[in-house]
């Protein structure tokens, strides 16, 4: 079965640091996404991206992260300058179409820890 | 306002028993989707079901939506031990697009 699969699973920053997680979406989708989970908290929405444009950002998806789509098959998030507070797993998800009722499928998660 | 928000907190029960959770949320949607995930590791989806149907089932997953209580119900039949995970319900934004809200969890336990 098709599967968004995310890099690296693990990553350890110096607060202050540029950090750029690497996701691989479901081949033929056309919708991608980030969300996070902070360690005990809800799992929150970021930003979802469509034709090389963001769709729909949250409050959380301040000027520090930024999205891109390098080529035809990777989705990426930096976050330009770290902070203690995201600390975080790091969901990548993507699915077929945008629109209410499609279902959206979530890679394994990418954690980040900011020291 | 919140949306998606599971109870109990927290499941423990026997295997072969069946496992129950909620989730109640507080404006309008189109879908409902329940999610698992295992300790640590990703979100597994489980079901869709659509603001216009009222029960769904997938093997030994029920799931329910009363959109007039606005809730939802998810039954997990003859439960197993690889089903201890914490199970999320995910609301969709009423813009009409697919960006999810996701609730705090339900954490079950599932005892040999």
């Known amino acids: 079965e098709p599967e968004v699969t995310q890099t690296p699973s693990h990553q350890v920053t110096q607060m202050g640091q540029e950090v750029i997680l690497r996701c691989v979406p479901i081949?033929?989708?056309?919708?991608f996404y980030w969300y996070r989970q902070i360690l005990g908290q809800k799992v929150e929405f970021l930003v979802s991206f469509y034709n090389n444009e963001i769709s729909e950002k949250s409050e959380i998806f301040d000027d520090q992260f930024s999205v891109e789509r390098p080529d035809g098959s990777n989705f990426t998030l930096k976050i330009r300058s770290t902070k203690l507070e995201d600390s975080a797993m790091y969901f990548c998800?993507?699915?077929?179409?945008?629109?209410?009722?499609?279902?959206?499928?979530f890679g394994e998660g990418s954690w980040l820890t900011v020291v | 306002s919140q949306q998606g928000e599971e109870d109990p907190q927290a499941l423990s029960i026997q295997e072969g028993e069946n496992a129950t959770m909620n989730c109640s949320y507080k404006t309008s949607i189109n879908n409902l989707q329940w999610y698992r995930q295992n300790s640590g590791r990703g979100l597994v989806h489980l079901i869709l079901?659509?603001?216009?149907?009222r029960e769904k089932h997938s093997g030994r997953l029920r799931v329910t939506l009363d959109t007039s209580k606005k809730s939802s119900s998810l039954l997990i039949t003859a439960s197993r031990a690889a089903d201890t995970a914490s199970y999320f319900c995910?609301?969709?934004?009423?813009?009409?697009?697919?960006?999810?809200?996701f609730g705090k969890g339900t954490m079950l336990l599932v005892s040999p």
């Open positions: 081949s033929n989708h056309l919708y």
């Open positions: 998800a993507s699915s077929e179409w945008g629109f209410s009722g499609n279902t959206i499928y």
């Open positions: 079901i659509r603001s216009n149907e």
């Open positions: 995910a609301t969709d934004s009423s813009s009409g697009y697919s960006t999810l809200t």
